[in-house]
């Protein structure tokens, strides 16, 4: 009875909190497109919610029962776990994608954040058999901004070239240098990945919130991937050939070029233009 209570307060604080989601995410549009704007996006949430959520009640209801075994008991706690674990990864993506403008002023080292990543998931890389190389042929290159949200940023894409790969994972994370476009000097932070490539029917829709293909996707990776790289002053983008794998990136100002930046960020986008960027 104290998980259902619990959990049922879990949902009226979520209420709440997607409430101010879609006034902070709309708020800015004509009233037409807003009404429907929201519409769609309390829809999609409550998509995205009501699966894990159900689940973790209907497990929990279990619990009441007298007679459960001790070890039955245990296991449908961590059924509960997992079912809030992902819920909290969705809300956690939902400020991320909400707060993205807010990205602070560190000064971040790019290999740094690179051996950070690698950190992350030292443990799953080894329990998966995933194959997961480093390369930083941009040395010494430095941002300006969260450090916090650009780790965010690459476990996303990190996650995502795991999951694509399947049992036999094969991932690249790459930092690489720029040619300068209108004096903006930039580093790409690429993560390529041997998956099956993604249809081309969905490419123009990666980047849109809540859209997702997978069961357990919140539908927010990308979309955070993108507001974060938007923030720094920077665009996100990809490449997917069916049969080959993806490649998915971040173009972001190097910290000297930050200013400049974050006044037009057009050079940087022409800049991904020029090479066939998506």
């Known amino acids: 009875l104290r998980w259902q209570i619990a959990l049922t307060g879990l949902a009226a604080v979520l209420g709440a909190t997607l409430l101010g989601y879609l006034v902070a995410r709309t708020v800015t549009r004509p009233l037409r497109a807003l009404t429907g704007a929201m519409g769609e996006m309390a829809a999609s949430l409550a998509h995205q919610i009501r699966t894990p959520l159900a689940s973790a009640l209907l497990y929990a209801s279990h619990l009441q029962r007298p007679a459960l075994a001790l070890a039955e008991r245990q296991r449908i706690g961590e059924k509960i776990q997992s079912r809030m674990r992902h819920l909290e990864h969705l809300v956690n993506d939902m400020l991320l994608f909400s707060r993205g403008a807010a990205i602070g002023s560190d000064t971040v080292a790019v290999a740094e954040l690179l051996q950070e990543v690698r ?160």
């Open 119 to 278: 950190r992350v998931f030292d443990a799953s890389l080894l329990a998966q058999g995933a194959d997961f190389d480093i390369i930083d042929a941009a040395p010494g290159a430095m941002l300006q901004g969260s450090r916090a949200t650009l780790l965010s940023a690459l476990q996303n894409l990190v996650n995502n070239a795991l999951q694509a790969g399947g049992g036999r994972a094969r991932v690249q994370l790459k930092a690489v240098y720029v040619p300068e476009q209108g004096g903006i000097a930039t580093v790409d932070l690429l993560v390529s990945d041997n998956g099956p490539g993604i249809p081309e029917e969905i490419q123009a829709r990666l980047f849109e919130p809540f859209f997702t293909t997978r069961a357990q996707g919140t539908g927010l990776g990308l979309a955070v991937v993108q507001a974060i790289a938007q923030a720094h002053h920077g665009v996100a983008w990809f490449e997917s050939t069916t049969g080959a794998g993806s490649r998915f990136a971040m173009r972001l100002p190097l910290v000297q070029a930050a200013g400049a930046a974050a006044q037009n960020t057009t050079d940087i986008k022409n800049s991904l233009s020029e090479r066939g960027g998506a």
